[in-house]
């Protein structure tokens, strides 16, 4: 482990990854997605991870509040601030990074991926016919969007296993949800997690709109 150095690392679209990480929780925060110290985020640069902490104001961080870890999830620099602690997202997030080799996960807990799923006991939700469902790597507009749904737990490293298990068993999702908590979601890069995530949330809050007017999503048009 070593102090945190000057001259950060670089991503290829020139962006520095401790920068996009505190505008996307900004962002993010605006849309409700992280309020409440709630939710992550986590960009991968080469071998190392870059990660915000746990139970902070998210709208807050800055650069230097970060984690790094290796690709196995060893921390390799901290936090200046010494009280900060790894995020208890970090055990699902390297499920991603290792099974996928995502440039970048999100975890949000948007009221929408929290409440679509209460719509069913379904262990998958279901969506077809949708246009936002073509803003999810590998979907058009005729297929059917199938996200996992992984049972709550009262500690969220313990979904880790569940989790891990979920994206071997979907090799085509790009999230899972988790019932009566949010959803995570990665991508090949920042841009297109957060393009992902930004798609799914239309498409569930979509879902919650239609079954309000007796309409089900998992049905495409008559």
């Avoid at 950060?8 to 020139?14: E, H, K, P, V």
Wanted: net charge negative; proline share 5%; aromatic share 6%.
């Amino acid at each position: 482990m070593h102090e945190l150095r000057d001259g950060d690392a670089i991503l290829r679209d020139g962006t520095r990854p401790r920068e996009v990480i505190c505008e996307l929780a900004r962002r993010f925060y605006t849309l409700g997605w992280v309020s409440g110290t709630g939710g992550g985020i986590s960009i991968a640069e080469g071998e190392r991870i870059f990660m915000a902490p746990s139970g902070v104001q998210k709208e807050l961080i800055a650069p230097e509040d970060l984690f790094v870890l290796d690709r196995s999830g060893a921390i390799v620099e901290r936090p200046r601030d010494a009280t900060l602690t790894l995020s208890a997202c970090a055990p699902l997030f390297l499920h991603a990074f290792q099974k996928r080799s995502a440039g970048a996960v999100l975890h949000s807990h948007s009221l929408h991926a929290m409440a679509v799923t209460l719509l069913s006991d379904e262990p998958v939700f279901r969506a077809t016919h949708l246009e936002m469902i073509k803003g999810v790597p590998g979907h058009g507009y005729h297929d059917e969007l199938v996200v996992p749904i992984l049972e709550n737990t009262a500690h969220e490293c313990d979904l880790a296993d569940a989790l891990g298990a979920a994206i071997d068993a979907h090799p085509k999702t790009s999230a899972v949800l988790v019932r009566r908590h949010g959803v995570y979601v990665w991508g090949d890069t920042w841009q297109k997690a957060k393009t992902t995530a930004e798609c799914l949330d239309y498409v569930f809050a979509a879902a919650i709109e239609m079954k309000r007017l007796g309409l089900d999503a998992r049905k495409g048009p008559r």
